[in-house]
Antibody
Framework: QVTLKESGPGILQPSQTLSLTCSFS??????????VSWIRQPSGKGLEWLATICWEDSKGYNPSLKNRLTISKDTSNNQAFLKITSVDTADTAIYYCARSDYGYTVFDYWGQGVMVTVSS | IQMTQSPSLLSASVGDRVTLSCKAGQNINNYLAWYQQKLGEAPKLLIYNANSLQTGIPSRFSGSGSGTDYTLTISSLQPEDVATYFC????????FGAGTKLELK
């Protein structure tokens, strides 16, 4: 059974760095074809892809946010991570992690999401 | 690649045939997915490669289209289909449409 679960700080202040963790089970990020992505959704709004990391350690970033994003993984502990630097109120959103199983393709399993609020 | 969905809000009755549209800013070579998001839940994959039904999704959902124009059809609307539907292109990284909110009339 594939499951993913996001965790994060809940609330942080403008200019800080947001660190998110995606803990998953039922698959391995060392298996050929497997990728984990981060997607966010401001309250009541649409979905925005942020970043993807794959089994062979290739990475992809949303061009509009690339300078602020770092994605990484810990294959041994079945986790993926995302850091976003210099956050501001526009980064307030629900953050999801999701799996793809054929490289940079569709997201077939999603976590429940974690709410992150940026506020002074 | 910009993705434009229409309409933004759709009201329909149980049993209706419902059609949602998604237009890409350029040819996306059928690399088009549809997701369903119910209130308070994560999105769920319905359709991939424009017309392939994800495992476990009811057959009343279908996808079609090519090039820049794609459609999600629900053949007979059920109460549990009330949700927001997003299209997504994966021809060049990932972009989502703004969504179509489907409600019961």
């Amino acid at each position: 059974q594939v499951t993913l679960k996001e965790s994060g700080p809940g609330i942080l202040q403008p200019s800080q760095t947001l660190s998110l963790t995606c803990s998953f089970s039922g698959f391995s990020l060392s298996t050929s074809g497997i990728c984990v992505s981060w997607i966010r959704q401001p309250s009541g709004k649409g979905l925005e892809w942020l970043a993807t990391i794959c089994w062979e350690d290739s990475k992809g970033y949303n061009p509009s946010l690339k300078n602020r994003l770092t994605i990484s993984k810990d294959t041994s502990n079945n986790q993926a991570f995302l850091k976003i630097t210099s956050v501001d109120t526009a980064d307030t959103a629900i953050y999801y992690c999701a799996r793809s199983d054929y490289g940079y393709t569709v997201f077939d399993y999603w976590g429940q999401g974690v709410m992150v609020t940026v506020s002074s | 690649i910009q993705m434009t969905q229409s309409p933004s809000l759709l009201s329909a009755s149980v049993g209706d045939r419902v059609t949602l549209s998604c237009k890409a800013g350029q040819n996306i070579n059928n690399y088009l997915a549809w997701y369903q998001q119910k209130l308070g839940e994560a999105p769920k994959l319905l359709i991939y490669n424009a017309n392939s039904l994800q495992t476990g999704i009811p057959s009343r959902f279908s996808g079609s289209g090519s090039g820049t124009d794609y459609t999600l059809t629900i053949s007979s609307l059920q109460p549990e289909d009330v949700a927001t539907y997003f299209c997504q292109q994966y021809n060049s990284w990932y972009t989502f449409g703004a969504g179509t909110k489907l409600e019961l009339k």
